[in-house]
């Protein structure tokens, strides 16, 4: 029922641009924040930047800011991340997640493919 169909990935150089996009289908109504997460070999999982359907208030880490811009189409539950200036150290695979909003502070996270983003001087 839940499905993530995650695109946009490839090989860049430095300074270059991508834009990777998520498109979600199962999960019904209700208060969703949606974004993506990114790991390189060899280091944790880190958030990149999120977007929260009830609000449309956008997260972003320190390390994206001013270069990434991510977006949602409601109508047909895709988010989309615009990547501008990367680095190498944008390098990782870049993971679609969609968090669940639960009562009573529990939440639920869900998650795409994956879909590598490398960048090269």
């Known amino acids: 029922e839940v499905q993530f169909v995650e695109s946009g990935g490839g090989l860049v150089r430095a300074g270059g641009s991508l834009r990777l996009s998520c498109a979600v289908s199962?999960?019904?109504?209700?208060?969703?924040?949606m974004g993506w997460f990114r790991q390189a070999p060899g280091k944790e999982r880190e958030g990149v930047s999120c977007?929260?359907?009830?609000?449309?208030?956008?997260y972003y880490t320190d390390a994206v800011k001013g270069r990434f811009a991510i977006s949602r189409d409601n109508a047909q539950n895709t988010v989309s991340l615009q990547m501008y200036s990367l680095k190498p150290e944008d390098t990782a695979v870049y993971y679609c997640?969609?968090?669940?909003?639960?009562?009573?502070?529990?939440?639920?996270?869900?998650w795409g493919q994956g879909t590598q983003v490398t960048v090269v001087t």
């Open positions: 997640n969609v968090k669940v909003l639960w009562r009573f502070g529990s939440t639920s996270d869900y």
């Open positions: 199962g999960f019904g109504s209700g208060d969703y924040v």
């Open positions: 977007i929260a359907t009830y609000d449309g208030d956008t």
